[in-house]
Every structure is written in structure tokens, then in C-alpha cells.
């Protein structure tokens, strides 16, 4: 039917994985953003104990992703230097 979608629309096809300078960037500004959203908010709204709240929580996910992109990129290279060794 001339409605119908292509048969190749059904399928999923998932997309690489970042790496690099995507990575990086997506563990180090989605804290900051949030960091700048929840500062903006407690300007304008005067909440000011909940925004602190906010922002105690934004700023610990923002100290876990760098724990975590370290470690990432530790054994990353970690990896990389096991695989050299061998070949």
C-alpha cells in the first residue's frame, strides 16, 4: 500500500557508542549544566535550601562521573598497553 513504511524501517540499528572527546564532554557538561540550571533557579525562585540540595547532588554526580572517566580511561590504557605487549 502506498501507506505502508519501507521494510527496512522495522529493523534497529543502534548507533556506535561515543568515544573521545564525546565522551568526555557528555560526562564533564551534563553535570555543569544541571550545576548552571539549578544556580539560575535559585536566582530567580529564592528557594534556596532546596536549590542548595540541588546543586549538593549535581555536584555529586559531577565528583562520581570524573571518578569514573578516570578510571574508564585508566584501564582503557591499561588495555591498550596489555595489547601492545603481546603483539
Known amino acids: 500500500m502506498a ?3 519501507p521494510a527496512s524501517a522495522g529493523r534497529f540499528r543502534p548507533r556506535r557508542p561515543a568515544r573521545g572527546v ?9 553535570p555543569v549544566a544541571w ?3 539549578l ?3 535559585a536566582i530567580l525562585l529564592g528557594h534556596s535550601e532546596a536549590i542548595q540540595l540541588g546543586l549538593l547532588v549535581a555536584l ?3 565528583a562520581v562521573s570524573m571518578i569514573l572517566l578516570a578510571l ?5 590504557r591499561r588495555e591498550e598497553r596489555r595489547y601492545a605487549a603481546r603483539g
Not at 22 to 30: D, H, K, N, Y
Not at 72 to 76: F, I, K, N, P, Y
Request: proline content about 4%; glycine content about 12%.
Open 3 to 5: 501507506g505502508d513504511p
Open 22 to 30: 564525546r565522551l568526555v564532554a557528555a560526562f564533564t557538561l551534563g
Open 35 to 37: 550545576l548552571i540550571a
Open 39 to 41: 544556580d539560575i533557579a
Open 60 to 62: 555529586a554526580s559531577f
Open 72 to 76: 574508564l580511561h585508566a584501564g582503557r
